[in-house]
C-alpha cells in the first residue's frame, strides 16, 4: 500500500520556466511533508518542508502547497535551472512518529 | 546537519555471502535508520537503529535477514545476510532529530550487486 504517490515519474521544463512536482497522499495522519533532491550517486538531500496546519512554504525559489483536503502537495520551482535536474521525492512525516515514508520519485530534467 | 560516511560506496558480492555497511556521524544523533532503494523504487524504510538495544524493524524486515548494530550514538551498521540477486538494491543510512522540520540527512548510499 503505497501511502505517497508520484505519479509522474518523469517531468521535462524547460530552463527558466516553472516547475511543478506532485505528490499524493493518502493517510490523513501525516503531519509534515518535505521534499528531497537526489542526484545520481548521492543521498537525498532536505530540499524543504511544510507542516500540515500550513498551506503553502516558501524558500526562495522553492514554493510548496498543501491541499489537505485533496490530500495533495507540490513544489513549485521557479526559474527552473539546469542545476535542478534531479530525482525529488515527497516524504511525510506520520504523526507521533520518528518515520518518513517517500513517494517514488519524480525525475526533473531541465533543458536550456 | 550531520555529516554522514557510509562505507562501502558499492560492492558486487556473490550470492549467499552477507555484506556489512557501516554509518559513521560526524556528530551524536538521536534517530539512525537504515532505508532500501531497490531500482525504479521508493525509499523504504527497513528499520530503526536503537543505541544499545535491538533495531525496530519495517514489516517485511526481518533480523536474521538485516541485523543492525548501533553500539553508540555516532555509528551503526547494516548487515544484509545470505545474500540473493533480489537484495540488488541502494542501501541508506539516514540520521537526524526529528523528521519535522528540516528531516534526517542521508549518506551516500551503498550501491550493491549481487551475482
Known amino acids: 500500500d503505497q501511502q505517497v504517490k508520484q505519479n509522474s515519474p518523469s517531468l521535462s521544463v524547460q530552463e527558466g520556466r516553472i516547475s511543478i512536482l506532485n505528490c499524493d497522499y493518502t493517510n490523513s495522519m501525516f503531519d509534515y511533508f518535505l521534499w528531497y533532491k537526489k542526484y545520481p550517486a548521492e543521498g537525498p538531500t532536505f530540499l524543504i518542508s511544510i507542516s500540515s496546519i500550513k498551506d503553502k512554504n516558501e524558500d526562495g525559489r522553492f514554493t510548496v502547497f498543501l491541499n489537505k483536503s485533496a490530500k495533495h502537495l507540490s513544489l513549485h520551482i521557479v526559474p527552473s535551472q539546469p542545476g535542478d535536474s534531479a530525482v525529488y521525492f515527497c516524504?511525510?512525516?506520520?504523526?507521533?512518529?520518528?518515520?518518513?515514508?517517500f513517494g517514488t520519485g519524480t525525475r526533473l530534467q531541465v533543458f536550456p | 546537519s550531520a555529516v554522514i560516511s557510509q562505507k562501502p560506496s558499492r560492492d558486487i558480492c556473490q550470492r549467499g555471502t552477507s555484506l556489512t555497511i557501516q554509518c559513521q556521524v560526524d556528530?551524536?544523533?538521536?534517530?539512525m535508520f537504515w532505508y532500501r532503494q531497490q531500482p525504479g523504487q521508493s525509499l523504504t524504510l527497513i528499520a530503526t537503529a536503537n543505541q544499545g538495544s535491538e533495531a525496530t524493524y519495517e514489516s517485511g524486515f526481518v533480523i536474521d535477514k538485516f541485523p543492525i548494530s548501533r553500539p553508540n550514538l555516532t555509528f551503526s551498521t547494516l548487515t544484509v545476510s545470505n545474500m540473493s540477486p533480489e537484495d540488488s538494491s541502494i542501501y541508506l543510512c539516514?540520521?537526524?532529530?526529528?523528521?519535522?522540520?528540516?528531516?534526517?540527512?542521508f549518506g551516500s548510499g551503498t550501491r550493491l550487486t549481487v551475482v
Open positions: 539516514s540520521v537526524g532529530e526529528t523528521a519535522t522540520y528540516y528531516g534526517y540527512t
Open positions: 556528530s551524536q544523533v538521536t534517530m
Open positions: 516524504a511525510a512525516s506520520l504523526y507521533n512518529t520518528d518515520k518518513l515514508i
